[in-house]
């Protein structure tokens, strides 16, 4: 995984990489909303073996699709953690010209109850899901609907879930319209919902211009609103952010913009994840910032992307955070890459002030149309972490590969070693 700098209330969302659960998975693993996911693949090995699984999925006709999956991970003696089965079922039927309806279940069993009964995992958990997908015959109009509902014991009623967007697209306007809404008692364990009691309203207006004879392809303004309310309707948190997009007609991008935060605390939180010292519970905080973000045409072999933006924080405090990406590619073999990150966090007493650094490089080498290399190298200042991550592919055949992965994690101080691991992964596409 990429590193990043966390000063989040909520948990991260990291994306899927394990090819298993990647190919042919746009059905299970798009239902939902990125912030409301019935089903999240991650949730199934994270830090357990799995012992087997399977997956079957593809069409049945031009209108029916489905997907099916399960996975057994292995019982762990230390944590008390039961041997699990995660069994995944979605079906999908095609309406109209482009849109479609489908159906999910997901089902978490822990499979000895003994294991499970009176410690902090669950005997099962089980989602249901229906949406619906809106592609007009145009492309003009596009949307989602979707209801869920979970099951887990000792947990019933305000366990409902639901969401809607609608999305007009032409050559000059987007606007987009969405809502969300999660019960109190709603649970996904095998998703990913970092927040649960609460409706959410995201409106979103964008206006393109086209200028003749000029070297800006488009420019326009943007506005982005995100508003969290608590089931009773008392607001939250509220994010406006404006800004103006120019897309230059080699395809470089700038974005200077401007955003305003409220947020009212619903749990002790600290502002610089260091897990020391919190703001109280029920604290109200409003701050502005201002910052822009140019990427250089992605067509040269010298890349670039830099951002930066500046302005009030938590607390009464101040906020910068300095980014950039800087690329170079010697086609078609080795594609060089150097990324950093830098947050300057400047708080009241007992803060006072903080700085978190991320900077790392990554290599890519093709040696031949089989032979691959990558390697990054990545240091954290806020979780004081560096590590290193090298893999080599071999792709012996069409869609079959040979990989070798090397990984370690070192904690800076004192220096010594947090993790360290050689995986040997073989992948064989058998084809009917």
Do not use: C
């Not at 879930?161 to 364990?189: C, M, P």
């Amino acid at each position: 995984d990429k590193q990043v700098i966390n000063l989040d209330r909520y948990e991260l969302f990291f994306p899927e990489k394990r090819q298993f659960f990647l190919e042919n998975g746009d059905q299970i693993n798009n239902f939902g909303y990125p912030s409301l996911r019935p089903f999240f693949s991650r949730r199934i090995g994270l830090g357990v073996p799995i012992e087997f699984g399977g997956r079957l999925s593809g069409k049945l006709n031009r209108n029916w699709r489905i997907s099916l999956m399960d996975m057994k991970t292995a019982k762990q003696e230390g944590s008390g953690l039961p041997s699990q089965n995660f069994t995944v079922f979605a079906l999908q039927r095609k309406v109209f010209a482009r849109s479609n309806i489908g159906i999910l279940m997901v089902n978490k069993q822990s499979l000895n109850s003994r294991d499970s009964a009176g410690n902090k995992y669950s005997l099962y958990n089980r989602n249901l899901g229906l949406e619906y997908n809106l592609a007009s015959s145009n492309n003009l109009w596009t949307g989602k609907a979707v209801v869920l509902k979970s099951f887990s014991p000792g947990r019933k009623g305000d366990d409902l879930s639901n969401a809607a967007n609608l999305q007009y697209s032409s050559k000059q306007w987007l606007i987009n319209g969405a809502y969300e809404y999660a019960g109190r008692h709603y649970n996904a364990e095998v998703g990913y919902v970092p927040r649960q009691g609460y409706v959410k309203f995201n409106p979103q207006v964008s206006y393109f211009f086209f200028p003749k004879h000029s070297s800006v392809l488009t420019h326009g303004p943007q506005l982005i609103s995100t508003y969290f309310f608590d089931p009773s309707f008392h607001k939250t948190d509220d994010e406006t952010q404006l800004s103006y997009l120019i897309t230059f007609r080699n395809k470089a991008t700038l974005a200077p913009g401007f955003i305003h935060d409220y947020v009212e605390l619903l749990f002790p939180f600290d502002p610089t994840n260091n897990g020391r010292f919190t703001l109280a519970k029920g604290s109200r905080h409003n701050y502005n910032s201002a910052g822009a973000e140019f990427i250089s045409k992605p067509q040269s072999l010298f890349t670039y992307r830099v951002a930066a933006r500046y302005g009030s924080y938590f607390a009464d405090g101040r906020k910068l955070t300095l980014s950039a990406d800087i690329g170079y590619r010697f086609q078609p073999i080795l594609n060089l890459l150097l990324t950093a990150s830098y947050n300057n966090l400047d708080l009241p007493f007992p803060w006072s002030r903080s700085s978190f650094w991320i900077v790392g490089p990554k290599v890519d080498l093709t040696m031949t149309n089989k032979l691959f290399f990558t390697t990054y190298v990545q240091y954290n200042q806020q979780l004081k972490n560096t590590n290193i991550n090298a893999r080599f592919q071999w792709r012996y055949r069409p869609a079959s590969d040979l990989f070798l992965v090397y990984t370690d994690n070192y904690l800076d101080y004192p220096f010594s070693v947090r993790s360290r691991a050689l995986v040997l992964k073989f992948n064989y596409w058998w084809g009917l």
